[in-house]
């Protein structure tokens, strides 16, 4: 199965081309530290994936399927060069540039398209964030990664590493949709340069079903002829977020696709905007966050 409709870039900060729709191993693919040996089927539907036209491919450290990300790569036939690579450190934050060298030997690469800092959780002062991120302006010195950003910072977060940042962050990834839009974030990391990538995307139908999205979610998908959770995808690439998804199922990956036929109108994002705003949720991270916290 293959798409005849190829996944756009959007430019970064930096000038590097960023795939709008990547593919992710990390929730539904994360490995227990318990898990031994290659797991298959995650590169397989990798590989799918890529066969798709996912050239965007998000790992981590955390997730423990750098590994097969990086047997994906050796095996899915599409030269390096085409392919967006990005993994995350996390466990490994106290030593930065050991961290990408481990990343890079499980990954089979020579350098990554985007890393990033996983957490800003660890820092207990603003000169450990400041020190994380210097060092990550080295890694992006050395060539070991093209592009450098950030995952689950706040404003607060970003602005403490612009104080002394030489390197603008190129990318903020955080759980993004209609029921956690995050406050003044996004129109932040747009005033700043900084392009804001979204994961749990799919969360108002997966894991937050039952809420007022539901009614309107249906009505589009039936305009549109599609399902509710491409509706979903396309609200946040109509508002120029990229967007990181996943499925084991190659037809789900396929059918995600098909938010490249339409786009919504701007009525149509700013309902759903509007009625998001009714409900919140938070999948991820949530011990960090009183219940109602939208920030």
């Keep these: ?57 998000d790992g981590a450290e955390v997730y423990r399927t750098e590994e097969e990300l990086g047997q994906a790569i050796q095996e899915c036939g599409v030269p390096r060069e085409k392919l967006f690579v990005t993994t995350k450190v996390n466990q490994s934050i106290a030593d930065i540039p050991a961290a990408i060298d481990a990343s890079l030997k499980k990954l089979q690469l020579d350098y990554v398209d985007l890393f990033l800092i996983h957490q800003p959780f660890f820092a207990q002062t603003e000169e450990e964030l400041q020190a994380a991120w210097a060092a990550m302006e080295q890694v992006k010195a050395s060539g070991k990664a093209r592009s450098i950003g950030v995952s689950n910072f706040l404003q607060s977060h970003l602005e403490t590493i612009l104080k002394t940042a030489q390197v603008i962050p190129a990318v903020n990834q955080i759980e993004y949709h209609p029921y956690l839009q995050h406050g003044n974030l996004v129109p932040f990391h747009d005033s700043k340069g900084i392009k804001t990538a979204s994961y749990g995307g799919l969360a108002p139908i997966t894991r937050a079903a039952g809420g007022p999205l539901d009614p309107l979610l249906s009505a589009l998908a039936t305009k549109y002829a599609v399902n509710p959770a491409e509706i979903l995808l396309r609200w946040i690439l109509d ?49 960090k966050y009183a219940p109602d916290d939208r920030s």
């Design 1 to 57: 199965m293959a798409t005849t409709h190829a996944i756009p870039s959007t430019e970064l900060n930096d000038g590097a081309s960023c795939p709008v729709l990547g593919y992710g191993t990390g929730s539904m693919w994360f490995r227990k530290t318990t898990d031994t040996g290659i797991n298959r089927d995650l590169v397989d539907s990798a590989k799918n994936a890529v066969k798709l036209g996912y050239y965007h491919l």
């Design 239 to 287: 508002q120029g977020v990229v967007s990181i998804t996943t499925s084991s199922k190659e037809v789900r990956l396929a059918s995600y696709l098909r938010v490249l036929t339409f786009k919504l109108t701007p009525q149509e994002v700013q309902e759903i905007s509007d009625l998001g705003q009714q409900k919140h949720y938070r999948a991820f991270w949530r011990e």
